[in-house]
């Protein structure tokens, strides 16, 4: 299971990646939000772009070892996804100026500021 996670994480970094780089609109916080707020409400609409918000999530949660320190985050043990994706969403909507900005670059961002590590 490790394996795949890990697999799974990589790929979708990939995939954001390649995506940033040609522009990132599809995977901006404006393009995801709202899926990532389906998601966090439980709604049974767009089920792909809640399906990427997750994966975001999953992939920036199980990419701490390689995110640098001042970046790194530390979610309580037990998170879950949904409390992930609440922490996404408060911290897109307090700050829209970032909303153009990809949605990984955000949760980032988000989880650090949330769940800052203990040096």
Not at 18 to 39: H, P, Q, T
Not at 48 to 77: D, E, L, N, Y
Not at 82 to 105: G, N, T, W, Y
Request: with cysteine; proline share 4%; net charge neutral.
């Amino acid at each position: 299971m490790r394996i795949f996670s890990a697999i799974f994480a990589l790929s979708t970094l990939a995939a954001v990646n390649a995506e940033a780089a040609g522009g990132g609109a599809e995977l901006s916080g404006n393009a995801l939000v709202e899926s990532c707020r389906a998601f966090l409400l439980q709604k049974t609409s767009d089920y792909f772009g809640q399906g990427v918000c997750v994966g975001i999530m999953h992939t920036v949660v199980a990419s701490q070892a390689g995110v640098k320190q001042q970046f790194r985050s530390c979610p309580p043990g037990g998170s879950t996804l949904r409390q992930d994706a609440a922490v996404i969403v408060a911290f897109i909507d307090k700050h829209p100026e970032r909303r153009h900005e990809p949605l990984l670059s955000l949760a980032i961002d988000a989880f650090h500021e949330a769940w800052p590590c203990q040096n």
